[in-house]
């Protein structure tokens, strides 16, 4: 156990969500929205699971840092997270006011005025786009406890599967020895050698330290990062420490990236099926509900096997769609096959490595454009477009069975 205690410094520690990226991985489902605004159930948001670590954790004040496609996640933030009455005080501080951000620890630079202004003594730098449940105040603890400068969360990865991450080598005593991003062969962790510890992206410092630093190093790159430049510079003088995300109730930690179209069906998947190692002692909400969450359709007859539907997605009568996802935009029209347009019509839309198929307008749309093109070599019976269903006028919505409420399916 450590010996330092945080309630001694409530009130100094500030939280800083960075969330302005996009996660250029997962194609269609970012096109309009930043990873951190991605639907996460029948109601939430990917970035609700970092800012219930920070309500549950009691640190206080938090900043969320906005760049790319910011309007759903302002919505979210503004209708979900900043009533009077919500807990913590967020701000929300955009690239468009502030930046642009052009780097994590560029982006903290632009802010440092406002930093400053709140006066904190610590600083917990956090990614919006990451789904966990952490208690940050052991890992402010253990940061003070160190006499650290700077304290990296960490999350043991098996070795064979660490190639993608930022790894950190580390001694007994946590202090950070090496850095080494996507490692071909990761170093292993001290306390388990089938495992790697991974960079999980959040940080703890010292505010007056991280500012002096961000003042030293700005200017000198085009892109200030933490993970590059930051992190690096102080395990090069010895005074960075690791610490490992602890799982909870006994169960191995929970951390999702999210980075990829096949991570996010399967977490979705998980959540659904109730697999999905969550601490109903540690709540998931938001301080603020409106309503009973979206009801979407599907028409009848229709058969969806492995499917993630989004918020908004609607589904005609006799349709078959199979391990895919269908974005909150699309309208899939009656009698739709996805296997038989994929084989006669070639690759239309985003397919993943595991094969999960991405239905959204805009590949509907590309689907549409292939087949008008068809029918001009070889007239056939042409796709109905996106929205319009058998005797259907082309400004008219598909008429559904009674819509029930779904979360996937």
């Not at 609700?48 to 900043?63: C, H, K, P, W």
């Not at 990451?130 to 208690?135: N, R, S």
């Amino acid at each position: 156990m450590v010996s330092a205690n945080i309630e001694g410094h409530a009130g100094t520690v500030l939280s800083i969500i960075l969330a302005g990226g996009r996660g250029s991985r997962l194609h269609d489902l970012t096109d309009h929205k930043a990873k951190p605004a991605l639907p996460i159930g029948p109601h939430g948001r990917l970035i609700d699971y970092t800012l219930a670590n920070v309500v549950n954790s009691r640190l206080g004040e938090t900043m969320v840092l906005t760049q790319y496609q910011p309007d759903t996640l302002h919505r979210h933030l503004l209708d979900s997270w900043q009533a009077e009455t919500a807990q913590p005080a967020i701000s929300i501080l955009d690239g468009a006011d502030f930046g642009p951000y052009e780097g994590t620890a560029a982006a903290v630079a632009c802010i440092a005025d406002e930093i400053d202004l709140v006066a904190p003594r610590h600083v917990v730098i956090l990614a919006g786009d990451h789904l966990y449940q952490m208690d940050y105040r052991p890992f402010v603890e253990r940061h003070i406890a160190a006499r650290a400068e700077v304290t990296v969360g960490v999350v043991h990865v098996p070795r064979d599967q660490a190639s993608g991450f930022g790894v950190l080598e580390a001694d007994a005593d946590h202090r950070i020895t090496a850095f080494v991003e996507k490692p071909v062969i990761a170093p292993a962790a001290p306390d388990r050698p089938d495992h790697a510890l991974a960079s999980m992206g959040i940080y703890v410092f010292e505010w007056s330290l991280l500012r002096d630093l961000l003042k030293e190093i700005e200017g000198t790159v085009a892109d200030l990062d933490f993970g590059k430049h930051i992190i690096p510079a102080l395990v090069s003088c010895g005074t960075a420490y690791a610490y490992a995300l602890p799982g909870r109730q006994g169960r191995e930690p929970l951390w999702q990236d999210l980075g990829t179209l096949d991570a996010y069906h399967a977490v979705q998947r998980h959540l659904l099926d109730g697999s999905l190692a969550l601490d109903p002692a540690w709540p998931v909400e938001h301080p603020v509900h409106h309503g009973v969450g979206d009801r979407r359709a599907i028409g009848f007859g229709s058969t969806l096997r492995n499917v993630v539907l989004l918020p908004g997605a609607r589904i005609g009568r006799a349709v078959t769609i199979s391990n895919a996802i269908v974005l909150a935009d699309a309208v899939i029209p009656d009698g739709f096959d996805l296997d038989a347009e994929l084989a006669e019509s070639g690759k239309w839309c985003t397919i993943s490595e595991g094969g999960i198929r991405v239905i959204s307008a805009r590949a509907l749309q590309r689907l549409a454009s292939r087949r008008r093109r068809a029918n001009e070599v070889a007239p056939i019976k042409a796709i109905q477009q996106p929205g319009q269903m058998t005797g259907q006028k082309p400004d008219q919505r598909p008429r559904m069975a009674e819509a029930m409420p779904v979360s996937f399916f």
